[in-house]
């Protein structure tokens, strides 16, 4: 039997994972609650420092949880790449962004691989999770890799396995989420399954190539942005139409076939569904073929914002109020509802659409004390009173967190525009206008 399986199956193995985030600690946690040493890597001090203390700060991750597996040694974290010496497998979890020009920025893909190379060793097993465009395992990272003088297929094991984690998610979770993996070599596919075999309760689906199983993430992902830009599309026409839309699709989701229900609002936001789009679309272009379909949805998706300040600006002229001077109350800007990530979300564009034409804007929620944009911080609201809602001119609903009075906002608002249907419950809607 292979050395590395052996060891995954008796879970002697010691697991790494570089990049301590929303996708490396959860993945982390649940390596060392299977009973594996477990090292994270990450280049912020700050991170190491908390899982070492047991610190949470992933809401995915139950703190009790964290706190057992680094008290058991189980789990340690450092910024010391060297102990990628001791790690058998290792899995990497870094961001990927879009640069300034809406290309992808795989520079911390590239540090990370290269912050590996000089500890690598024989029969090891190196995972890519991170969300990228379709060849990166096979023509980027194979080759750092193989800098260390170790040949892929051969000396060592590389695959990819794309994330999966939905943040808030309250039923799927790392654990229990399908898992899909595909290697350079089937050795390779092989052994990266026995790894998430030995970890997750989930079913593990094994794919031909790294490149299959990056393009399956793009569909995933792809699919649900061209389906968002089609209903933001329709909302903005049944708006003109005087159609209520939201109606629209909760009458369509009757049917128990063919019909998967999607909803309007204010933007994209998360790190996968408003990116990987862009990924694709760049990597295409390398084969002269442009994905106009995609990039028809992205063009719908990355208006809404200022479709949003739009519709705000008519909904304060009727109260003969500009824009300029006016007072927005923004009530959530975490991109989706109950959670504290605000990674792109629309929210933000949105006040910063407002603010360009000179409106006074505050916000509330509860999730997100503050924020960090552009190198600036913003504090919200401590608390949603009546005095706050009261001396807003216009209520703008962006997300849909469930632990809020609607009917208290209603009660006490001028105006409300409630971009996410958060207040569909409300009885009295005089004052309630939807996307």
Not at 382 to 393: Q, W
Request: net charge negative; hydrophobic share 40%; glycine share 6%.
């Amino acid at each position: 039997m292979n050395t590395i399986k052996k060891k995954l199956i008796d879970k002697t193995a010691t697991l790494g994972v570089v990049g301590l985030g929303y996708v490396g600690l959860p993945l982390a946690v649940e390596k060392a609650k299977a009973g594996f040493k477990t090292i994270g890597f990450d280049v912020q001090e700050s991170k190491v420092e908390m899982v070492n203390s047991g610190n949470n700060y992933i809401g995915d991750v139950v703190n009790d949880d964290l706190k057992e597996i680094v008290k058991s040694g189980l789990l340690s974290a450092t910024t010391n790449f060297a102990q990628v010496a001791s790690a058998d497998c290792v899995c990497i979890c870094v961001p990927t962004p879009l640069d300034e020009h809406q290309q992808p920025d795989i520079s911390y893909l590239k540090e990370s691989a290269k912050s590996i190379v000089p500890f690598m060793h024989r029969d090891m097993l190196i995972v890519l999770e991170s969300t990228t465009y379709p060849g990166t395992t096979e023509e980027l990272l194979k080759s750092i890799l193989e800098e260390s003088g170790l040949k892929c297929g051969k000396d060592f094991h590389l695959a990819f396995s794309p994330e999966r984690v939905d943040p808030g998610n309250l039923i799927y979770k790392t654990k229990n989420t399908p898992k899909v993996v595909g290697g350079i070599t089937p050795e390779c596919t092989d052994v990266a399954a026995a790894m998430y075999e030995a970890i997750l309760e989930a079913p593990i689906h094994k794919v031909s190539s790294p490149a299959v199983a990056e393009m399956e993430k793009i569909l995933e992902n792809t699919y649900r942005n061209i389906n968002i830009g089609l209903v933001n599309e329709l909302a903005i026409l049944s708006n003109k139409m005087g159609i209520n839309f939201w109606e629209v699709v909760d009458a369509a989701k009757s049917k128990p076939y063919g019909f998967q229900a999607f909803y309007p609002g204010p933007g994209l936001g998360g790190h996968c569904i408003p990116l990987d789009p862009y990924y694709l679309s760049w990597k295409a272009r390398e084969y002269g073929f442009h994905t106009s379909m995609i990039e028809s949805s992205m063009m719908v998706n990355d208006r809404m914002p200022e479709y949003c300040a739009e519709r705000a600006s008519k909904i304060l002229n009727r109260f003969k109020k500009a824009m300029n001077g006016a007072k927005v109350l923004i009530l959530g800007v975490a991109y989706k509802q109950d959670i504290e990530d605000y990674r792109e979300s629309p929210a933000i564009r949105v006040i910063e659409e407002l603010e360009k034409e000179g409106t006074e804007v505050v916000y509330y929620d509860s999730y997100v004390s503050e924020y960090r944009e552009h190198g600036v911080v913003k504090k919200g609201e401590p608390e949603l009173t009546a005095e706050l809602i009261k001396s807003a001119d216009l209520i703008i609903v962006t997300t849909a967190h469930t632990n809020v009075d609607y009917s208290f906002v209603q009660n006490h608002a001028k105006a409300i525009f409630d971009t996410k249907n958060a207040m569909k419950h409300v009885e009295a809607r005089e004052n309630i206008e939807l996307l």
